[in-house]
């Protein structure tokens, strides 16, 4: 079983909304940062934003904040990435992926080595 699987992706109009889902196993999701991750086809991969192991820090890319939502459940073991006001720029490959930390996020780390787990991704489009 892997042990992050995220979904929710799917086509929607500019303008929509989406709720992406990070379902965590095998690991205990509370002593873990989540961050969102997506990557368009020729770009490179962005952080989109990330979330404390207790959920009372989060940190969003310029561009998405205000429209994106970043929550978790420990107990379900989900973190969720509510999504609203889509545009085209924000279609692409959306990944979740958890590191080792219980402190206070001031940060999204961006490189790969930080996080021990990564989700296989759940495809995004927005058009018309």
């Known amino acids: 079983q892997l042990p992050l699987v995220e979904s929710g992706g799917g086509l929607v109009q500019p303008g929509g909304s989406l709720r992406l889902s990070c379902v965590a196993s095998g690991f205990s999701l509370e002593y873990y940062a989540i961050g969102w991750f997506r990557q368009a086809p020729g770009k490179e991969r962005e952080t989109v934003a990330c979330?404390?192991?207790?959920?009372?820090?989060?940190n969003y890319e310029s561009s998405v904040k205000g429209r994106f939502t970043i929550s978790r459940d420990n107990a379900k073991k989900t973190v969720n990435l509510q999504m609203d006001s889509l545009t085209p720029e924000d279609a692409g490959v959306y990944y979740c992926?958890?590191?080792?930390?219980?402190?206070?996020?001031?940060?999204?780390?961006?490189?790969?080595?930080?996080?021990?787990?990564w989700g296989q991704g759940t495809q995004v489009t927005v058009s018309s």
């Open positions: 992926a958890a590191w080792p930390t219980i402190i206070a996020i001031t940060a999204c780390p961006s490189a790969r080595y930080d996080y021990a787990y």
């Open positions: 979330i404390s192991s207790s959920g009372g820090n989060t």
